[in-house]
């Protein structure tokens, strides 16, 4: 699942998993209302039509609250798998989830902040805003706790917009959960698609992959 209004970036990213298994990228709905519940309906209803059987499903960043909405009750998803979650507890306000980012974005590398900025131009500041809002008010560890399946959270070393602690209590929340810190800032993956792939397909533990969907 996509990031703050943006998605492109992921598509490097996601080349690493793309070597061994079907990856689905999805881009949530640009009109209507802004609603972490809403957009997880959406993927709900994108997963009923596609019908691909047992999937992974995952997100990074704003995109993690999406798709723990999205996985609560479902019987095809087998793994959440949370990459960069938001929102800690220790940043819930404007100004220290903006300070955070900040401080991350100085640590990001290959241009990533550059190449988002088009995305975000389009989205426009006030619906970022409210994207924004929506995110800090949604508690990520509700729909986490209320999975039946394993979570799977990975966290770049040196993320600013998530503690290690945090993110080890949300994988300690479902049965089987598990932690990983890679190299790297909040998008670690970013300059290597390599270093998350093979963590998810050990965790998927399958000689025949999962499709992965986020």
Do not use: N
């Not at 039509?49 to 798709?67: R, W």
């Not at 401080?103 to 900025?117: H, K």
């Not at 209320?146 to 945090?166: C, H, I, N, T, Y």
């Amino acid at each position: 699942m996509q990031g703050l209004s943006v998605a492109d970036y992921l598509l490097e990213g996601l080349r690493g998993i793309a070597g061994w298994t079907r990856v689905h990228l999805l881009e949530l709905p640009p009109t209507g209302g802004v609603d972490v519940t809403r957009f997880g309906r959406a993927v709900g209803e994108w997963l009923d039509a596609q019908d691909l059987g047992p999937v992974v499903l995952g997100g990074h960043s704003s995109g993690t609250q999406v798709a723990a909405a999205a996985a609560v009750g479902r019987r095809d998803v087998v793994l959440s798998l949370l990459v960069g979650p938001i929102v800690d507890p220790a940043t819930r306000s404007f100004l220290r989830l903006g300070l955070s980012w900040l401080r991350d974005g100085r640590q990001e590398r290959g241009g990533l902040i550059r190449s988002q900025a088009p995305e975000w131009a389009d989205a426009g500041p006030w619906r970022i805003v409210r994207l924004i809002r929506s995110h800090l008010a949604f508690r990520l560890e509700e729909p986490v706790g209320a999975l039946d399946v394993p979570v799977l959270v990975l966290r770049g070393s040196e993320d600013r917009l998530a503690r290690a602690d945090w993110c080890r209590r949300l994988a300690s929340l479902t049965p089987g959960g598990r932690y990983v810190e890679l190299p790297g800032a909040h998008s670690f993956f970013w300059d290597d698609p390599e270093t998350w792939s093979e963590v998810v397909r050990h965790t998927c533990g399958s000689p025949k992959p999962r499709p992965v969907a986020g």
